[in-house]
């Protein structure tokens, strides 16, 4: 089975960001960068459905810069086979940055197209349901279980309150919810490997942006409230103020 | 020209994000000039739901009925509120960014090459644009978007609207629905539900959350009980440590790698604060903390704190707010 694996760099969850000097843009002076962890999910998805299939490819694919190279080779020294850099820059909505990767999914061989549910640094949750439109095929998106078997995908995704069970044939295209599996760590041998693994550059330029950013703001700064007390005793003045002052309950 | 808004149902009933999508929309149409449509997809039992619609402020409704729509079916969906917006001429497109929203709305974008703000909390009108205010990094920051292609697509956040009525006596016509394949090339069946019993974290308007200071996936009943309490609009939360450590379902997590929430009123439960975790919580309403750890950031944001053990505090506070809301 050949799986393409698309992945993105962005900020460590544990960075602070907060808006740049120009205004338009978030400050990632000494951040840290490190791969989507949603694409974790993705990824060892698609290198357990090459080891059950006995074979294929697991290519991962990327937009943006020379820098992603890195978060290429980490995907590499987990697993995949090969990477493939598309040089550009992603869109500010998701558009754009779809049909680059769908324009290069087009022209390789591939069964099945997995996404991370979304980025966590836009947080568009746009590209997967943007690349499966484009390429014409169906899709689940936020997918905590899936089962592929003779072509047959079944894959049960996050409602509210439920799940959805969705069933299709392939091509297709899965984008991975947290849960549906346990990503691997990389090894010493996998990352010494991922350094010789085939990595591919394409310049496809920049991605067409049909949204732009007037302002980056900062969330509006929570002052520290007050310690209505300790322990079980406080409890009362708590619900007192809640029902009085905040008028919430 | 006009404003389409989307109202999502379930089981042939309108959702609640139906009706904020709806007031999102009539906000909009009104500082545009425009009328807005309601678009409604599902099984001809649906009709029975197009009044609502009027009643929170459609001026005219696009109905396609159909036992293919009954469930989601994101191609066939997709393809019946592309062309929904293109023969109404729609200057913008809102979607609830639910569950079926934030996968169907980037579907409908591609197919009408037009810009998406995801998760939208504010809408206006600057110079005769639409112009939008996003989350990003879970709420580490702010955006404000403006669309360079039309219609501007838009997707709400739960609960960043407060449906509101806005009476019309509006017209229904019927929306030729002409793709069904792409609804049997995808079958897609509803599960699990039933169980639920509380509303998602997501679209909740209390969030009982708890941490590791649980001490364990057993003592949530704590949790449970004061959800009670404070009735049936409270939902569960949870911190990634406790979802990491497979005590609660990631469908609950709250913070950067789960869910951002604004609820009115928000309880952090032996969550000691992580920098992800307030970044998913932090534009909530009122956010009480109830922590052994005086020191915990948690406090820094809370409006108020109860410093204390939690196993002492929830039984108290259960019965205290049963005693409040005397019974409602």
Redo the contacts between chains.
């Keep these: 089975m050949n799986i393409i694996v698309c992945i993105k760099r962005v900020?460590d969850?544990?960075?602070?960001?907060?808006?740049a000097k120009d205004g338009t843009s978030?400050d990632t002076q000494g951040v840290k960068f490190v791969l989507n962890?949603?694409d974790e999910y993705a990824l060892e998805e698609a290198l357990k459905l090459k080891e059950a299939a006995g074979g294929g490819t697991v290519t991962v694919m990327t937009l943006g810069g020379e820098e992603s190279k890195e978060t290429l080779r980490t995907a590499l020294a987990m697993g995949a086979d090969q990477g493939v850099l598309l040089k550009g820059k992603p869109s500010?909505?998701?558009?754009g940055t779809?049909e680059k990767l769908a324009a290069a999914i087009a022209g390789r061989d591939h069964d099945l197209v997995l996404f991370g549910k979304q980025a966590?640094?836009?947080?568009?949750?746009?590209?997967?349901?943007?690349v499966?439109?484009?390429l014409g095929v169906?899709?689940?998106?936020?997918v905590?279980e899936l089962k592929v078997e003779g072509g047959k995908v079944t894959a049960?995704?996050?409602?509210?309150?439920?799940?959805?069970?969705?069933?299709?044939?392939l091509p297709g295209v899965i984008a991975a919810?947290?849960?549906l599996n346990e990503p691997r760590y990389p090894s010493l041998k996998g990352i010494m490997q991922a350094k010789k693994k085939p990595l591919e550059e394409l310049d496809v330029g920049d991605a067409e942006?049909?949204?732009?950013?007037?302002?980056?703001?900062?969330?509006?700064v929570?002052a520290?409230?007050?310690?209505?007390?300790?322990?079980?005793d406080?409890?009362?003045e708590?619900?007192r103020?809640?029902?009085e002052e905040?008028k919430?309950? | 020209m006009s404003v389409l808004a989307f109202a999502e149902q379930r089981n042939g009933v309108l959702r609640q994000t139906a009706l904020e999508t709806l007031t999102a929309g009539r906000g909009l149409a009104d500082a545009l000039g425009v009328e807005l449509v309601a678009v409604l997809l599902g099984p001809p039992s649906l009709a029975a739901e197009t009044e609502k619609l009027a009643r929170y402020g459609a001026d005219r409704v696009l109905a396609g009925y159909s036992d293919a729509f009954a469930?989601?079916a994101?191609?066939a969906y997709?393809a019946a509120l592309s062309k929904a917006a293109q023969e109404s001429g729609a200057k913008a497109l809102l979607i609830a960014a639910?569950?079926?929203g934030?996968?169907?709305?980037?579907?409908v974008?591609?197919?009408l090459?037009?810009?998406?703000?995801?998760?939208v909390v504010e809408l206006g009108v600057e110079g005769g644009r639409v112009?939008a205010?996003r989350?990003?990094?879970?709420?580490?920051?702010?955006?404000?978007?403006?669309?360079?292609?039309e219609p501007a697509l838009v997707s709400v956040r739960p609960r960043a609207f407060q449906a509101a009525e806005a009476p019309r006596q509006a017209a229904i016509d019927e929306l030729a629905l002409d793709d069904t394949a792409?609804a049997a090339?995808?079958?897609?069946?509803?599960?699990?539900?039933?169980?639920?019993e509380?509303?998602?974290v997501?679209?909740a308007e209390?969030i009982v959350a708890g941490g590791r200071g649980l001490g364990g996936p057993e003592n949530w009943k704590l949790l449970e009980q004061l959800a009670d309490a404070?009735g049936p609009g409270a939902g569960l939360g949870a911190s990634r440590a406790v979802?990491d450590a497979g005590w609660r379902?990631?469908?609950e997590?709250v913070?950067?790698?789960?869910k951002?929430v604004a609820p009115?009123?928000y309880f952090a439960v032996g969550i000691s604060g992580?920098?992800?975790h307030l970044a998913g919580m932090?534009?909530a309403?009122?956010?009480?903390a109830v922590n052994k750890d005086?020191e915990a950031p948690i406090?820094?944001?809370?409006?108020?704190?109860?410093?204390?053990?939690l196993f002492?505090?929830l039984?108290?506070?259960t019965e205290?707010?049963k005693?409040?809301?005397g019974g409602n």
């Excluded at chain 2, 090339?185 to 639920?196: D, N, P, S, Y």
């Design positions: 900020p969850s544990e960075s602070r960001i907060a808006k978030v962890p949603y500010v909505d998701g558009l779809a966590i640094d836009d947080d568009n949750l746009q590209v997967p349901s943007m499966a439109e484009l169906p899709g689940a998106t936020v905590v049960w995704r996050e409602i509210e309150g439920g799940h959805e069970v969705v069933e299709f044939e919810q947290k849960g942006s049909r949204l732009e950013i007037i302002e980056v703001m900062n969330p509006p929570r520290a409230g007050v310690i209505v007390g300790e322990g079980a406080a409890v009362p708590l619900v103020r809640l029902r905040a919430v309950i | 469930v989601y994101p191609e997709a639910s569950a079926q934030k996968d169907l709305a980037p579907r974008a591609a197919r090459k037009a810009g998406l703000a995801s998760d112009v205010v989350p990003a990094y879970a709420g580490k920051v702010f955006m404000r978007v403006g669309f360079t292609s792409g090339r995808c079958r897609v069946q509803l599960a699990g539900e039933g169980k639920k509380r509303p998602d997501a679209e209390i404070l979802v379902p990631h469908g997590q913070g950067q790698t789960g951002t009115p009123l992580a920098i992800q932090q534009t309403g009122c956010v009480v005086a406090f820094k944001i809370a409006d108020y704190g109860i410093v204390g053990d002492d505090v039984p108290r506070l205290e707010i005693k409040a809301r």
